[in-house]
């Protein structure tokens, strides 16, 4: 579940971080959902991981993983230098300078091939729109799944 935060805010604050409790277990719908205390998770700029909260539902066991918008799920690197990267990478046919070529590399296989399954096309023009409309759709335009 992804929650209106600042990386920042969570790094400086650690465990003493206000989440907010989910009203609604997104599996079954129970109204009432357990803390199930905290996760280790990596992102781009922290040397050390930051704590996500976790919750847990107490009828069907889903396990709720709170994360900021900020970043897609289980992605280290925020949407934002994603996009920026790969539109970079399209428009000019070059890897932008700083860049983890091996990561980005995914990124860009990933995004053409969802093109190429679901639009029928998986050159480079026209990509940075499919990653969008992915976005706007609520699905990761870079991850593995199709």
Same mark, same amino acid.
């Given at each position: 579940?992804?929650?209106r ?20 277990c ?20 922290y ?5 996500l909260?976790? @919750?847990?539902?107490p ?7 709170l ?5 897609l799920?289980?992605?280290q690197?925020?949407?934002?230098k994603?996009r ?23 990124w860009?296989?990933?995004l053409?091939r ?18 969008? @409309?992915?976005?706007?759709s609520?699905?990761?335009?870079v991850?593995r799944?199709?």
């Open positions: 579940m992804y929650i935060a600042m990386l920042k805010d969570i790094f400086e604050k650690g465990r003493n971080y206000p989440w907010p409790r989910p009203r609604r997104k599996v079954c719908g129970c109204d009432h959902v357990w803390g199930h205390g905290y996760v280790d998770a990596c992102f781009d700029g040397k050390k991981p930051l704590l909260k976790r @919750y847990r539902c009828l069907c066991g889903c396990v709720i993983r994360r900021p918008l900020s970043h799920s289980r992605f690197a925020s949407t934002i994603i920026s990267t790969l539109s970079i990478r399209i428009k000019t046919g070059r890897w932008p300078p700083n860049c983890l070529v091996t990561r980005a590399g995914h860009l296989r990933s053409k969802k093109a190429l399954s679901l639009f029928g096309f998986g050159e480079e023009k026209g990509l940075i729109e499919v990653f969008d @409309y992915f976005l706007l609520g699905k990761n335009p991850s799944s199709i």
